[in-house]
């Protein structure tokens, strides 16, 4: 694929394109068409999906309305209560928030979730955005139920400015109100298999939606487009093990393509020794890199590979907040290869996030990089990196999976 293809794939896809949204299936269209394009037949894997409709919401501060969206699947109804605010959710803070309405700093996680409804918490407030951006966008948010846990209680999101202002004054009371339709929906994986000598497979994922504000250049159709790159080099490639591509959906919404995918075809897992993810890639600055969710041997590997080819990266053992680790959850080694920019050069998850962060000469020498790696996968006699994943991998999966609590966090 050359510098103008890639660029043009940009060019082609630069909408929004929320998991589950009709902007979401063009773009799963698209991508099958493209594999289409040079000769192989990709399909649509749907999954179902819980979604929510915010039909609208209100925070009101001492009487004062301020702007907000309110937070998809946190039920419905209207909560008056004295207002807090959490800059930290520890054991001096927490007994604070009983009976109140809590504004968390930044987002709120899982642990902080939990943290806060079991202290009893009546509602809560996030904040996002920048207050030295020019823009007042407020994400549009979802209280998952995996965080939930059928605990819900009533959340808004406010822009970063608003949350500034309101704590320099001195609030004493909140009310929110949400009003939201709750369904079941529908998203999408793309699958697109390139069948090798043998019945060992090394599986490519990269992530193809977007968040609501942004039109997601960078994160990710940067991968996307990497993984199509790929993708068409091995079909006109032999290759001794067979190669799966997996263009995830609802990405952003937690992971939820690639866990679809691992729940759905979990027989076929054993027989996969590498999964090789990209997830933002190709930005004018920053430092190239790759996540090793594996034996600490790979680091290694990657690190002569790119020595040998002049290339400067950074290589390290630990676990990515990408598609790779559903996989490297279920047992699956995993790498995801990325290039990071300071927040000030390139930025994500937000209008922002457009094609002018990305670089075209940069796009190129990624990818071509991460090909030559994935060729010495694909045409391994046998793939060099141990299937088991280590114990201080697994520690860091608990951590990320929220089934054990990081002590350092």
Known sequence: MTKREIMKMFRDTEYIRVGGSAEELKCAEYIKDKCASFGCEAHIEPFKSEF????????????????????????????????????????????????KIVMTDGGIGYWTYQDIVDNGAVGFITYSGDVHYAD?????????????????????????????KLMKGDPKEATIMVDETEYEGESRNV?????????????????????????????????????????????????HNNLRFVWCGSEERGLFGSKAYCEAHESELEKIDLCINLDMIGCTMGKFFACCTTEEKLVGYIEYLALESGVSMKVKQ?????????????????????RHSNSSTATI?????????????????????????????????????????????????????CRKRDPKR
């Open 318 to 338: 630990d676990v990515y907040s990408s598609d790779s680790t559903p996989f490297a959850d279920k047992g699956v080694p995993a790498v995801s290869f990325a």
């Open 136 to 164: 007042h966008d407020i994400d549009k948010k979802e209280l998952r139920s995996f965080v939930s846990k059928g605990r819900k209680i009533l959340g808004v999101n406010i822009n970063a400015k608003d949350a500034v």
């Open 349 to 401: 998850h937000n209008r922002y996030d457009t094609i002018d962060i990305i670089k075209p000469e940069n796009m190129a020498r990624d990818i071509d990089f991460i090909t030559k790696f994935a060729e010495r996968m694909a045409n391994a006699a046998v793939c060099p990196v141990g299937r088991e994943i280590p114990d201080n991998m697994k520690e860091k999966l608990d951590f990320y999976q």
């Open 52 to 99: 929510g409709d915010v039909h609208s919401a209100t925070l009101t501060i001492d009487g004062k309305e301020i702007p907000c969206t309110g937070y998809a699947m946190c039920g419905n109804g209207t909560v008056t209560a004295p207002f807090v605010y959490l800059p930290c959710p520890d054991k001096a803070s927490l007994p604070d928030v009983k009976g």
């Open 191 to 239: 699958v697109l298999d390139l069948p090798g000598e043998t019945d060992r497979t090394i599986i490519f994922t990269a992530h193809y939606d977007s968040v609501v504000l942004s039109k997601g250049a960078y994160d990710n159709m940067s991968g996307s487009v990497g993984l199509m790159a790929m993708a068409e080099h091995f079909a006109k490639t032999p290759h």
